[in-house]
Every structure is written in structure tokens, then in C-alpha cells.
């Protein structure tokens, strides 16, 4: 089946059964080269049922010139018939054709054409079938034209397809034109799968984006690149090099207009002042340009000149000799100012190595634009730059760089190929610590956190002594690795050499300092030394990179919000990520994102950290960072979990399981862990939480971590409560205090209450539910079961109303936060408690996650341009979205949203709101 042309199949099988009913047609079907006619023609005759039959001819641009030789090709099936033609038709047509000396007339061979046609219609409908059509010569279209407007009634179609901004030699009078345009970019995606299935993500879209939906390019444009270009190990060149057959089909028309043509070409869709600057006579430069536009080989719109096609472009610039492309190049860079950076790019297309003046300009656009955002160009630059060098230590720096960019444009096979590259020119230690930086940050993302580790403490005992900066980059991202693996000795070890470096004594650094040394006290069972303020409460701005290799290096996952600065950490870490997409650095993204989320995930704002796990998630499984994606899929995990979606839960925690667990990457295990265990909590399933809960808490688990166990102690508290287990809950609890002392973190008070009041004798229950409840939460999931677990307490104890207000405060919370299952609880303590219509007005409960996270940020005054630049949508999709959000929220303007949403805060990553303390409202309380 040829997929995407089932309208124009059936518009051209249409044409044999109106034949069959005797009404004859023509069609002239029109589209670019290579867009798939020939191909739609063969099926569509394929498709022809006998009787019915097909005739058909190749126009060829080798016969354009040999009279009646398209029409011998259509007809000679039919030639025995001619015995049945009136005798001087015969004749002619015989001429024609060479068969005999009679003179071809042009009358009497259209009506022999005529009157053959016809005569086969008695028998059986008729497709005439002409491709490329306008290559056919002038004499067989005429004869085609005047048997097309005389047939009428008679059982015969005719399709002419041609070429655009082509005619037929002969127009045929009362023809349809159907336009064959490209294909839709799903079923582009789905050719190129078939050609390309191992291409990297970002070869994959410069294909698509270079083959504009035309399938000739999709099948033929990766073949004719290397396995390395493919893969992504080597860079792709600015032209695309394509397939004889591809060239020839899009430049055969573009060698006539020569030089100015090719300037077009080598300055990609450039300024026409620039191409006309650079030609030798402006003048007729313009006319040759014209001249192109005519031809549809190029627009000109105002002072911009763009080809019709990028391989239209390519085409033309590969057909040139090297010689005369140099030549272009030179030409244009002597058109353009000084300053202007693509002066910078045509010296170096024309320059030949070595030239090291050209390889320092490179250079220093390199760091113009990386700077700017633009690491993907940057990459270009530096190894040209590298190219040109003639001094080893440069061309070995510049690669690195190159790699620092292609890690950071998401091109990890590039990355390591510029590496291995540059290890063969030099073998400094300078040179050896950057690579390793490099190699140990991709190792960070994608493969075993204790390689990682080991790698960037390599990295950074080689950097102390002459770049202590990078030196402590890598020791923070060494430290990530090790929270990761759950090293805490590892962390002690970089706390030492962090204290060694030769670097200013800044807040910052001091505090990140204590947090290490924290860590690897909390990992060796002792009392964590320092202030508890300091250790609980950094200041914000501690959180934020001061450094640029990349990812965000610190904090790692969890530790704003397990010291006490969930709110500050989460504002830091949202900066952090807004200036990794300023810089363009997507590669960095899912790293930095996977902290973002996590932090989302328990201060409570799930709409965001759901859309942007996903967005993350996608991006680290097309650039291979394996580690990131386990991480990203068990958060994503314990979303599902919480909101109800057990088979999300399940498919996100084993995918994240089969990664972590062989690869021992013990903080996304144990967040996997978490997520299974909160899915049977939700779905009242205890027995089966405590399992997963207790691999992460127990020492020796499959799971265990040595701080992410703090988060997960609650819920295994509950749930051994559940099961009537209380012995081991009071174990874990002690656990707990021992080892987080909960009582001093602000993030983790309430929960520590919570577990309290599940164990307490009842006299003291109630006061530590109303503990719990007053203090600081910054997750409205924790504070609805908080409020569910007393209501249910209250409830048994007999205090009916205060029972019903704090199980109307945990639906209103769980409700807002979409916990499902929790609601669902919370209605049946609430039916238990005598509530017969349990169910609370809605508020925007109809949103999906991406339309309540639109609508906050459009609360917030953000315009849907600003909008799209956050969520990676276009402004078009987004003022979409909100068409469909208006009606739901019934209002009619952006300006009601702020009255409309569940929140009166618009943050949209406020997971959907806090609701007032209820502890300090006038409720009665367990006595």
C-alpha cells in the first residue's frame, strides 16, 4: 500500500470508473521531483482491474527531440489494430512510427490515435498513463491533445504527470490538475524509520527537516551518508551529500544559472545585497537570478533570496567544481563587514589547511556562540577550527571544547568521538582532566554512577593544582554520582578534597561543604556535625550552578527538600533549568530536570512535573542518558502511583528497575521502590507496600539508600501500622529519628508527627495529628493524608465532627492534587462519618495536567508565545489549549482565570494549591 496518497488513489481509480459509465477524462497531475508520482502511477495501474487496460509511456529527456517517439511507446499494444483504421489514418500513423514512407500528417495521426483509443474503449476501459509528460515531444503530445478533446463518451481516462513550474509540450484542453504534494510529517517519520533506523536523533530530524516530506529524499538522503554521519559520531557537513540520482533530478535545471546560483547556494537563503555585492556584474547577476525565480528554483521576497527546496540548494552546490565553490565563498566573504560573523564562516569554507589565523576566528565565534545559545553552531567552529590548526595543542583544546558542546547540543556519539580524537594529539594533564570531566559528566547521565564517580574524582585530582575551579566542578558532580550510588564514604572523601582547593572561601561553597560532610556522617550512622540551622536551612541561592560545563552539578535529587529547603531549592533549580534552555544546552536538560521533578514531585506540583518528566524522559532516551531516564521514569512513577494509575506505576517502576538495578544506581531504585509501594498504599493494598518500602529503608535492601530512606519511612509506617505490625512500625519510626532527626527538618516534621500519632496511645494521638497539621508542608498530597488518617482517627474515637471537617480538608486536597484513589478513600471515611453526599464542587476539575498548567501560567499574565518557549509548544497549540479551556472553567476571557483555578495562587507548578491551615481554624480536636 502506498501510504498517505489514499485521496489522490482514489481520485485517479475514480477516472476508470467514471470510464466504465463512458464519461471520459483527463487529469493533470502536478508535484515537485522525487514528490512520488511515478510511484502513485504504478499503483494506481497496479490497482486497474482487467478487462480494463492500462497504456503507458515514459516522457525522456533524451527523446524530446525525436518526433512521435512518446507516442510509439503508448501505442504499440494497439498497432495490429490499425488494419481496422480508415486507411489514410493507418497510413500516417505507420509514418510516424517509421514503417512506412507515408508522410506523417498531423491531422490524420490524431485521429488514427483517435480512432485506436477508441476502439479499444469498445472492448475495455482505457487508462492512458503518460509520465513526465513534459518531457515528451512536441509532435505525440499534439496527437495526445486532440484524440483527449474528441473522446468524450468514449471508455478512455488520460493522466499526464509533470513536473513543477513544467507544461506540457501541448496543453490538453479541459484537463483537471491534481497536486501531489509532500507527505504528512507522520508518514515521513515513518519512511525515514524504514531508511534511517539507527540514525541519531539529531541526523534523524536534519533529514526530515532537509527532505521536506519528499519520499525519494527520505529513502535516498541516508544512504548516502556514512555509518558515522548516521549514527551521529561524525558532524553532518552544512550541505547534505546526496545520491547521483537525487542531484541529478534536482539540479538539472539549475546549471543554467551558473555563478549567482551557487552564491545563493553557498550563503543559504542568504541577503540578495550580499549575493549581488559578491557577484562580478550585479546586473546581470539579478537577471540570472530572476531568471531562477522564474524557474521556481528560487524566491525572492523583499531583500531575502531561499531556494524552493533544500535540496534544491544542495544540489546545486554539489554539481559546482570544489574550486568554484572556494571561489563563491571567497567572493561572499569579501562582500560581507568585518564584524559579521558569516564573514567568518566563508573564509573558512575556502580556507585550506593549515591556516591557523582563520582556525582563531573560528575560534573565538565559537565562544561568541556558545555564549549566546547557540552550542550546536559552536561545534561546527571549533572543529573546523581544529581542522585548520597547524599547532597540536590547540586542535587537541579546541576538540574538547567541541565535545563540552556536543554533549551539551545533545550529541553524546559526537561527544566521545571529539575525545578520542583529542587523546591522540595530547596527552597533558590539563588536557587528560578536561576529557575526563567531559567523559565522567556523560558517564554521570548514562551509565554507572560509581564509573562516574570514580571518573570525575580522576578528573579533578588531575585539575586541582592549575584549574581548581573545574577541579571543584567535577568534585560536585563526582558527589552526585556518589548520592546516586548511595556512597556516602565517597562523599566524606570529597568533602576532603573540596576543603583543599585553592578557591575563595564564598557562603556557597561553605555550605555545600557542611551538606557533603553531613552526608557522609548521616551514611556512617553518626550524628551529622554542624549546626542543625545551617544544615536544614541553606540559602537559596546555594542551590544554583556557579559554573558552565553543563548540567546543573548540585544539588542531587532530593536534598533541597531533605535539608529543609524545598521552596528555595525548587526556585533555584527552575532557574537553573530556564538558563540551560536560554544557552540551548539541551543535552543538559533531563539532568537538570530530573532534580527539577523531583523536587516537584514532593512539593506537591505534579502538573508541571509530570509534563516536563515526559518532555525530559524523551530527550534522555534519544541521547542515550540511560541513568537520567531511570530517574525521570520511578518520579513519573510515583506521580501515576499517587493519582491512581496503578498500570503507569508498574510500567514506569520496572523500566526504571531493569536500568538501575544492574547499573546499581541506588537513588532511582529506591525512588522505583517508593513508587511501588505508594501504588499499594493508594489502592489500599499494605501488605504488598511493605516489601518495596522496606528494600530501600532495610540495611542490605536491594534499593537501599542512605537518605532517600527518609522519605519512604512514613509510608512504610503506615503501612505496617495497617497491617497491624506495630512492633516493626516503631522500629522504622525509631530508625527515622535516629538518623533524620525529623524534629529538625522543617520538610520532614510533619510527616514525623504523622507516624507518631499512627503509634501513640490515644491521649496523645490527636495531639500529634494537630502537630503534624501545623507544621510546615509544602506538599498538599501530605497535608490531605494527614488530614484522612485523623478524620479516620477521629471518626472511631467518636468525634463525628471534627472527623468530617478534616476529611472534607483531605478530598479538597487530594481532589486538587488529582489523587484519585485517595479521594475515593476519603469519601468512604466521609460515608462512614454520615455524609451522604460526599462528593465537593468542582473547580476546574476538568483540566487535564497540560491544560491546568497552561492556564496557570496564562493566570500569571505570561502571553502564549512565553507560554510555548516553557512547555516546548507553539504559540498556535497553546492558545488551542486554552480555546478548550475557557469553556470548561466557563469564562470567556484570560483575565478570569486567576478567580477560576483551583488556588488563588497562579504558580503553575504549584501542584494545585495549598489550602489554609486548618490547625489554626476554629475546630474542635481529639480531647
Known amino acids: 500500500m502506498l501510504e498517505g496518497r489514499d485521496r489522490e488513489i482514489r481520485d485517479l481509480l475514480g477516472l476508470i470508473d467514471a470510464a466504465r459509465s463512458h464519461r471520459s477524462s483527463a487529469v493533470l497531475l502536478r508535484g515537485g521531483a522525487g514528490i512520488g508520482k511515478s510511484a502513485l502511477l504504478t499503483h494506481v495501474a497496479q490497482q486497474v482491474e482487467p478487462p480494463a487496460q492500462v497504456l503507458w509511456a515514459d516522457g525522456t529527456q533524451s527523446e524530446v527531440r525525436l518526433p512521435f517517439a512518446g507516442l510509439h511507446q503508448l501505442l504499440h499494444l494497439l498497432l495490429p489494430a490499425l488494419e481496422l483504421v480508415p486507411d489514410r489514418q493507418a497510413d500516417a500513423l505507420r509514418g510516424a512510427f517509421g514503417m512506412n514512407a507515408s508522410s506523417a500528417e498531423p491531422l490524420l495521426v490524431g485521429l488514427a490515435v483517435l480512432a485506436l483509443l477508441t476502439r479499444a474503449a469498445r472492448q475495455a476501459p482505457v487508462l492512458v498513463v503518460v509520465d513526465d509528460a513534459h518531457w515528451m515531444d512536441e509532435e505525440s503530445a499534439a496527437a495526445l491533445a486532440f484524440a483527449a478533446r474528441r473522446l468524450r463518451s468514449a471508455r478512455v481516462a488520460m493522466v499526464f504527470a509533470v513536473c513543477d513550474e513544467e507544461t506540457l509540450p501541448v496543453p490538453v484542453s479541459g484537463a483537471r490538475e491534481l497536486r501531489l504534494g509532500p507527505l504528512p510529517t507522520a508518514l515521513a517519520r515513518r519512511l525515514l524509520d524504514q531508511h534511517a533506523p539507527r540514525a541519531a536523533p539529531s541526523v534523524y530530524k536534519r533529514l526530515l527537516t532537509e527532505a521536506e516530506g519528499n519520499p525519494l529524499a527520505l529513502a535516498e538522503l541516508p544512504a548516502a551518508l556514512s555509518d558515522e554521519q548516521l549514527t551521529g559520531a561524525q558532524a553532518l557537513p552544512d550541505q547534505l551529500p546526496l545520491s547521483e540520482r537525487v542531484r541529478q533530478i534536482f539540479c538539472r535545471r539549475a546549471a543554467a544559472y551558473g555563478f549567482p546560483l551557487l552564491l545563493a547556494a553557498a550563503e543559504r537563503d542568504g541577503e540578495l545585497r550580499t549575493l549581488l555585492n559578491a557577484a562580478d556584474d550585479a546586473d546581470t547577476a539579478m537577471d540570472v537570478l530572476n531568471g531562477a525565480a522564474e524557474a521556481g528554483l528560487i524566491t525572492v521576497r523583499g531583500e531575502r533570496v531561499s531556494f524552493s527546496h533544500p535540496l534544491v ?81 590547540a586542535t587537541a583544546r579546541w576538540l574538547v571544547e567541541a565535545a563540552e558542546c556536543a554533549w551539551a547540543a545533545a550529541e553524546p556519539a559526537q561527544a566521545q568521538a571529539l575525545l578520542a580524537e583529542a587523546e591522540l594529539l595530547e596527552r597533558t594533564t590539563e588536557l587528560q582532566a578536561r576529557v575526563a570531566c567531559v567523559r565522567g559528566t556523560m558517564l554521570h547521565a548514562g551509565s554507572a554512577p560509581a564509573l562516574a564517580c570514580d571518573t570525575l574524582l580522576h578528573s579533578a585530582r588531575l585539575a586541582r593544582s592549575h584549574a581548581p575551579q573545574l577541579a571543584e566542578e567535577c568534585l ?116 537538570a530536570l530530573t532534580s527539577l521533578v523531583a523536587a516537584q514531585l514532593v512539593t506537591g506540583r505534579w502538573a508541571e512535573g509530570a509534563a516536563l518528566g515526559e518532555q525530559a524522559l524523551t530527550l534522555a532516551a534519544e541521547t542515550g542518558q540511560s541513568i537520567a531516564a531511570c530517574h525521570l521514569q520511578a518520579l513519573l512513577a510515583c506521580m501515576a502511583a499517587a493519582q491512581g494509575d496503578s498500570a503507569r506505576c508498574h510500567e514506569l517502576a520496572e523500566a526504571s528497575l531493569a536500568v538501575s538495578m544492574p547499573r546499581r544506581a541506588a537513588s532511582a531504585a529506591a525512588i522505583a521502590r517508593w513508587a511501588q509501594g505508594l501504588d499499594a498504599l493508594s489502592s489500599l493494598r499494605p501488605r504488598q507496600a511493605v516489601g518495596p518500602l522496606s528494600e530501600v529503608t532495610a540495611p542490605g535492601g536491594t534499593a537501599e539508600h542512605f537518605m532517600l530512606s527518609r522519605l519512604v519511612i512514613p509510608d512504610l509506617v503506615e503501612a505496617l501500622v495497617r497491617v497491624g505490625q506495630r512492633d516493626r512500625a516503631g522500629a522504622a519510626l525509631l530508625q527515622f529519628e535516629e538518623r533524620a532527626a525529623p524534629q529538625l527538618s522543617p520538610s520532614l516534621r510533619a510527616a514525623w508527627h504523622r507516624c507518631k500519632a499512627l503509634l501513640a496511645p490515644a491521649e ?131 483575565r478570569q482565570l486567576p478567580a477560576r483555578l483551583p488556588n488563588s495562587s497562579t504558580s503553575p507548578d504549584r501542584g494545585h494549591g495549598q489550602l489554609p491551615d486548618p490547625s489554626t481554624s476554629d475546630v474542635p480536636t481529639a480531647r
Open 476 to 591: 560536585l558532580l563526582a558527589a552526585r554520582a556518589a548520592w546516586g550510588a548511595s556512597h556516602p564514604a565517597k562523599l566524606t572523601e570529597i568533602a576532603g578534597l573540596l576543603a583543599l582547593l585553592p578557591l575563595e572561601k564564598t557562603t556557597d561553597r561553605s555550605q555545600r561543604l557542611d551538606q557533603l560532610r553531613s552526608m557522609g556522617d548521616v551514611g556512617r550512622g553518626e550524628e551529622p556535625a554542624g549546626e542543625p540551622a545551617v544544615r536544614c536551612s541553606p540559602p537559596s541561592d546555594g542551590w544554583a550552578p556557579t559554573l558552565g560545563l553543563g548540567p546543573v552539578v548540585w544539588p542531587p535529587v532530593f536534598l533541597p527538600y531533605l535539608m529543609g529547603d524545598g521552596e528555595a531549592g525548587l526556585d533555584a533549580q527552575r532557574r537553573s533549568v530556564d538558563a540551560l534552555r536560554a544557552s540551548g544546552a539541551s543535552g543538559a536538560l533531563p539532568v
Open 764 to 894: 496523645k494521638a490527636g495531639h500529634h495529628f494537630a502537630d503534624a497539621l501545623a507544621a510546615p508542608c509544602v506538599s498538599g498530597f501530605e497535608t490531605g493524608r494527614t488530614h484522612l488518617l485523623y478524620g479516620q482517627w477521629l471518626r472511631r474515637h467518636h468525634e463525628i465532627k471534627s472527623a468530617r471537617h478534616h476529611l472534607h480538608q483531605a478530598v479538597e486536597h487530594f481532589r486538587m492534587m488529582r489523587a484519585t484513589p485517595w479521594t475515593q478513600q476519603a469519601h468512604t471515611e466521609l460515608r462512614a462519618a454520615g455524609v451522604l453526599d460526599a462528593t465537593p464542587p468542582t473547580s476546574g476539575q476538568d483540566l487535564t495536567p497540560r491544560e491546568l498548567q497552561i492556564a496557570r501560567y496564562a493566570a500569571q499574565g505570561l502571553t502564549n508565545k512565553d507560554i510555548g518557549s516553557r512547555l516546548f509548544l507553539s504559540p498556535r497549540t497553546v492558545g488551542y489549549h486554552l480555546y478548550r479551556i475557557y469553556p470548561k472553567l466557563n469564562i470567556t476571557s484570560r
Open 313 to 393: 540548494r544542495s544540489a546545486t552546490y554539489q554539481a559546482a567544481a570544489p574550486s568554484r565553490r572556494r571561489a563563491a565563498h571567497r567572493a561572499l566573504a569579501g562582500a560581507l563587514d568585518q564584524e559579521d560573523d558569516r564573514r567568518v564562516w566563508h573564509l573558512a569554507a575556502c580556507a585550506t589547511p593549515p591556516d591557523d589565523t582563520v582556525a582563531r576566528l573560528l575560534a573565538g565565534l565559537a565562544d561568541r556562540t556558545r555564549r549566546s545559545g547557540g552550542v550546536a553552531s559552536a561545534v561546527r567552529a571549533l572543529r573546523r577550527a581544529a581542522a585548520l590548526s597547524s599547532i597540536p595543542a
